[in-house]
């Protein structure tokens, strides 16, 4: 359904996709998990045509999409939704007028036909009677749903979520979960999921991929790849730093210079007011977090 092979991206010297070769396949959920910075979202951002490989190819059920120019990628955005890292919702605009967006632009649906869709959609992600509303009056969770509802107006077959439970309780990420599950098995689309968000992966993926340095490093269904003996996969899912980043770390207080001297061991936070904010790389999360 959708093919990246031997995909390369950089910006400037920094090379950020180095081969990436995936294969995704039609009808089902495929997370993409990695560390914040590897290159998740670059991915996706070349499959919709908003960035173009420096070499390799990308194509669509088929079609090579790297290549087409700005009209040709109307048709192909049209197929493919896309639920980005911030919402991105129209601050300016109704929640109605925010879904109905898409319908204005790319459908000849007269007012009262582009009403009822819109009921229908907000209705699908648990907002009904909500159109009145402006993005400010809801919570982060509801907006994220109304992005939702937006991206999927024209029923596209292939969804692509960008971290779309970040910065949301373990109870709104459920909701989330829930919507994507839903929309790949009801309505039969293909879904690719970026997350580092493991409770949320377990729910959800059909298929798991690690990115890590610009490659896939894993590719597997759920059981095989959570049974992996992967050092990387291991590592994420057990959400240990990578030691190079904790060598890094450790260095970097070395050379600062604290209260107590000699005496200060890993983890311990130096003088805030020469660091200002530093957390420790015990509570510092995944990899690069
Ligand atoms: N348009 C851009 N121009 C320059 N650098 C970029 C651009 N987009 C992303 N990057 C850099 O590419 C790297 C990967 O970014 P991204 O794909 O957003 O990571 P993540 O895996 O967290 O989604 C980061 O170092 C980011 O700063
Ligand atoms: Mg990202």
């Known amino acids: 359904m959708i093919r990246l092979r031997g995909v390369h991206k950089r910006f400037g010297p920094l090379t950020v996709l180095n081969g990436v070769d995936l294969d995704i396949y039609a009808g ?15 991915m996706l951002k070349h499959i919709v045509g908003l960035l173009q490989p420096d070499a390799g190819t990308v194509s669509l059920g088929g079609q090579r999409v790297d290549n087409l120019n700005e009209r ?45 869709r819109v009921e229908r959609l ?19 969770g509801q907006q994220k749903r109304v992005a939702l509802a937006r991206a999927i107006a024209l029923e596209p077959e292939i969804m692509l979520y960008d971290e779309p439970t970040t910065g949301l309780d373990p109870i709104r990420s459920d909701v989330i979960n829930e919507l994507i599950i839903n929309l790949t098995r009801r309505l039969g689309m293909t879904s690719i999921v970026v997350t580092h968000d493991m409770n949320s992966a ?18 597997d269904a759920p059981d095989a790849f959570l049974r992996s003996e992967n050092e990387l996969v291991q590592r994420f899912i057990r959400g240990q730093a990578d030691h190079r980043d904790l060598d890094l770390i450790r260095r970097g207080f070395e050379r600062v210079p604290g209260p107590a001297g000699q005496n200060r061991r890993r983890g311990d936070v130096a003088d805030p007011g020469r660091l200002g904010t530093v957390s420790s790389p015990e509570s510092s999360g995944a990899f690069h977090e």
């Open 122 to 140: 907000l209705s699908m992600v648990g907002l009904a009677r909500t159109q009145d509303k402006m993005p400010s009056e809801m919570s982060g």
């Open 28 to 42: 089902q959920t495929t997370v993409v998990l990695g560390p914040s910075g590897t290159g998740k979202s670059v």
């Open 202 to 219: 377990r729910k959800i993926a059909d298929r798991m991929v690690l990115l890590y340095d610009g490659r896939v490093a894993a590719d």
């Open 72 to 116: 040709e990628l109307v048709g192909v955005r049209k197929r493919v939704g896309f639920l980005f890292q911030l919402g991105a919702l129209f601050d300016s605009m109704s929640v109605g007028q925010n879904v109905a967006f898409p319908l204005v632009a790319h459908t000849s649906l007269n007012a009262a036909a582009r009403a009822a």
